[in-house]
């Protein structure tokens, strides 16, 4: 059985921080790709961040500069840094698992900012 939970989304200031954690049970998870995905209110779903099992990282531009992805394997969790965070950073942000065919999908997060 394969798991994975998203903690950390809440409410937050324009300009505040928060960090997103992602846990993952049931898969090898040192050698999967992570990513987080985020999804706002009538928009598509876009790609955020990446970090591969090596720990090479790419961002989305408009997040490039304020949001960090990392991962610890000791404890099968993967991370998102958010800092500076703007109004149209408010999204639905769901943790994603990649390796070969393999795919898998947290049940997502809320992050509001607004003042």
């Known amino acids: 059985q394969v798991q994975l939970v998203e903690s950390g989304g809440g409410l937050v200031q324009p300009g505040g921080s928060l960090r997103l954690s992602c846990a993952a049970s049931g898969i090898t998870f040192r050698i999967y790709t992570m990513n987080w995905y985020r999804q706002a209110p009538g928009k598509q779903r876009e790609l955020v961040a990446t970090i591969i099992s090596a720990g090479g990282t790419n961002y989305a531009d408009n997040v490039k500069g304020r949001f960090t992805i990392s991962r610890d394997n000791d404890k099968d969790t993967a991370y998102l840094q958010m800092n500076s965070l703007k109004p149209e950073d408010t999204a639905v942000y769901y943790c994603?698992?990649?390796?070969?065919?393999?795919?898998?999908w947290g049940q997502g997060t809320q992050v509001t900012v607004s003042s």
């Open positions: 994603n698992a990649k390796y070969s065919l393999n795919i898998y």
